[in-house]
């Protein structure tokens, strides 16, 4: 079981980015993205349902703002991150569960990381 992010980077505030998470060696319930800022400890930031697409959002500091989405086809979840802000710089994490859940307890396979740094 393999999960790899891509698209970590620099970014000014107010910009976008995109995040991708490819999965591979078995078929999940779902893939969420985490993430983990600097001296923080790491929190929820959504989740989407392979079968039935639906998504998940942590609060309105995200909400709005970002969009996860999958495409089966290639076993790709994305995180569309737009309007971003400082406090968004931290290690995004994707990770997949085999059933439905929005608790970080309930992932089974994480992926390695990526940096999203937002700049002010």
């Known amino acids: 079981v393999q999960l790899q992010a891509f698209g970590g980077g620099l970014v000014q505030a107010g910009g976008s980015l995109g995040l991708s998470c490819t999965a591979s060696?078995?078929?999940?319930?779902?893939v969420a993205w985490f993430r983990q800022a600097p001296g923080k400890e790491r929190e929820f930031v959504a989740a989407?349902?392979?079968?039935?697409?639906?998504?998940?959002y942590a609060d309105s500091s995200v909400k709005g703002r970002f969009t996860i989405s999958r495409d089966n086809a290639k076993n790709t979840v994305y995180l569309q991150m737009n309007t971003l802000r400082p406090e968004d710089t931290a290690v995004y994490y994707c990770?997949?569960?085999?059933?439905?859940?929005?608790?970080?307890?309930?992932?089974?396979?994480w992926g390695q990381g990526t940096l999203v740094t937002v700049s002010s």
């Open positions: 990770a997949a569960a085999k059933r439905i859940t929005t608790r970080e307890g309930g992932y089974d396979y």
């Open positions: 060696g078995r078929t999940f319930g779902m």
């Open positions: 989407i349902g392979r079968i039935d697409g639906v998504t998940y």
